[in-house]
């Protein structure tokens, strides 16, 4: 069966996935018991808000707290501040808020709960750099990682050693208070150390594997950043630690609820759905043209997908985000081949910096390209492809969703 309008069932099959994660719906089921004494709430990402509006409505007793998120992404509380910070680029705003988290935290005695609601983009969004390391090498070292392609195990393996907020530090902390962390994942994986960067868990990772990623991925790093973390004076805290001992870490939502959301909506539209799982990682182009070639072979049907693809960047570059990137690519190699249509889009509404979420493409796609005089190659290689959507009228703008599970990907197969 072939849907009538075959891209905006794609569109729905992307609303239903970005509905898995909707913090109005599946925090609610997780929150703790109260404690004895005081509830103090601290929530960081891009759901940041929706998370601590979600905590606020359904909560049975006395709560304050400060929630922390991209800027344009919050809402309004009635208990728990809300402000806005730099993303992906930490700034001044993000560090404030992070200060304010520890000092929060440092506040709590064992009677206390510090429910710590997380979600992607929490990385950048909260940061208080290592004791000496300024603002502004954070913000260098996040640019060059953004740049580098590195996956986002490792760039949050070198923030967390960077940083006196990740990697453990919250909790340690909030120490002796019961700490329960609520999160939304949107990394491969679901790795708590890795989500966020993991500010109230263990983190197995190392000062050496931190700088071996630095090294490997050409990031500059100061001399007394590189000092520190050769003599493991930044280290993080450690599994098993016991300051650890009452905390807790659950996940209320995964890229994987989302995958099953979407197959859901396609089975229930009469369209088989071919799993390809919700962990993929690699360069965003090479990931499209290996797609392509899946969909030029496979039976009709719906291809989906999710993960997070990288985007290296070398010298000068254009507008787009990985998503964008992965479906001009994709375009290419299908080379106008007919009942193929796809989707690729953030579920926190924005591809990379851009104010899309990603874009569609379909047969068509290179033949109205061509006729606008866009060069697809060229605008692929200069990594421009948000430019190329634009002009096309075929990006997709959701504006911020206020969640955030990684990407989604759909590649529709008809039959006809």
């Given at each position: 069966m072939t849907p009538p309008a075959p891209l905006k069932f794609l569109h729905d099959l992307f609303d239903a996935a970005v509905a898995a994660a909707d913090p109005a719906i599946v925090l609610p089921a997780w929150l703790p018991l109260p404690p004895s004494g005081r509830t103090v709430v601290l929530?960081?990402?891009?759901?940041?808000?929706?998370?601590?509006?979600?905590?606020?409505?359904?909560?049975?007793?006395?709560?304050?707290?400060?929630?922390?998120?991209?800027?344009?992404?919050?809402?309004?509380?009635?208990?728990?501040?809300?402000?806005?910070?730099?993303?992906?680029?930490?700034?001044?705003?993000?560090?404030?808020?992070?200060?304010?988290?520890?000092?929060?935290?440092?506040?709590?005695?064992?009677?206390?709960?510090?429910?710590?609601?997380?979600?992607?983009?929490?990385?950048?969004?909260?940061?208080?750099?290592?004791?000496?390391?300024?603002?502004?090498?954070?913000?260098?070292?996040?640019?060059?990682?953004?740049?580098?392609?590195?996956?986002?195990?490792?760039?949050?393996?070198?923030?967390?050693?960077?940083?006196?907020?990740?990697?453990?530090?919250?909790?340690?902390?909030?120490?002796?208070?019961?700490?329960?962390?609520?999160?939304?994942?949107?990394?491969?994986?679901d790795d708590p150390a890795v989500i966020g960067s993991g500010p109230t868990v263990g983190d197995p990772t190392s000062c050496a594997d931190a700088l071996e990623i630095a090294d490997k991925r050409s990031i500059d790093l100061p001399a007394y950043a590189r000092k520190a973390l050769a003599e493991n004076s930044w280290e993080t805290i450690k599994p098993g630690d016991p300051v650890l001992t009452d905390a807790t870490f659950d996940l209320i939502a995964r890229p994987a609820d989302a995958q099953k959301a979407a197959a859901d909506a396609a089975r229930t539209a009469g369209i088989e759905p071919i799993m390809l799982g919700a962990n993929l990682e690699g360069e965003a182009r090479d990931l499209g043209r290996k797609h392509a070639r899946l969909a030029k072979s496979s039976s009709p049907g719906v291809i989906i997908s999710g993960g997070e693809t990288t985007v290296t960047v070398s010298g000068e570059h254009g507008r787009g985000g990985r998503n964008c990137e992965y479906l001009l690519a994709l375009a290419i190699t299908l080379n106008s081949a007919p009942g193929i249509h796809a989707i690729a889009c953030d579920t926190d509404g924005i591809d990379g910096t851009e104010d899309a979420a990603g874009a569609v493409i379909g047969p068509d796609t290179l033949s109205r390209a061509s006729a606008a005089g866009l060069d697809a190659t060229a605008m692929l290689y200069g990594h421009d492809s948000y430019t190329f959507f634009d002009v096309l009228g075929d990006l997709i703008r959701t504006g911020p969703t206020l969640t955030n599970i990684n990407d989604f990907r759909a590649i529709l197969i008809s039959g006809g």
């Open positions: 929530s960081a990402g891009k759901a940041g808000a929706s998370m601590a509006h979600a905590v606020e409505t359904h909560w049975n007793g006395e709560l304050s707290g400060l929630a922390v998120t991209r800027y344009g992404h919050g809402i309004d509380c009635e208990h728990i501040e809300v402000i806005e910070a730099g993303h992906p680029l930490p700034d001044d705003a993000g560090r404030a808020a992070a200060g304010r988290f520890l000092t929060l935290a440092r506040n709590l005695t064992q009677d206390d709960l510090l429910l710590f609601l997380m979600s992607g983009g929490a990385s950048a969004l909260l940061v208080e750099p290592a004791p000496g390391l300024a603002l502004n090498d954070k913000r260098a070292i996040t640019r060059a990682l953004l740049r580098s392609g590195a996956p986002i195990d490792e760039m949050n393996c070198l923030r967390k050693h960077l940083s006196a907020i990740k990697g453990g530090r919250l909790a340690a902390a909030a120490y002796p208070a019961r700490v329960a962390t609520l999160a939304i994942s949107d990394v491969p994986g």
